[in-house]
């Protein structure tokens, strides 16, 4: 019984750090720009 307890605390222990570093990358590793800014309109006349 009590090595099952520890495999299962062990097992709870993995899926926390995946959940905790999925969560990280996704809110700070992973931020794209939705939307790429325009280029600088330029003056003068252009054919």
Same mark, same amino acid.
């Given at each position: 019984?009590?090595?099952?307890?520890? @495999?299962?605390?062990?097992?709870?222990?993995?899926?926390? *750090?995946?959940?905790?570093?999925?969560?990280? $990358? &996704?809110? @700070?590793?992973?931020?794209?720009?939705?939307?790429?800014? *325009?280029?600088?309109?330029?003056?003068?006349? $252009? &054919?």
């Amino acid at each position: 019984m009590e090595t099952f307890l520890k @495999f299962v605390k062990e097992m709870l222990k993995g899926i926390v *750090r995946a959940i905790i570093t999925y969560i990280f $990358r &996704k809110t @700070f590793l992973d931020k794209e720009k939705s939307t790429r800014h *325009r280029d600088k309109q330029q003056g003068g006349n $252009r &054919k």
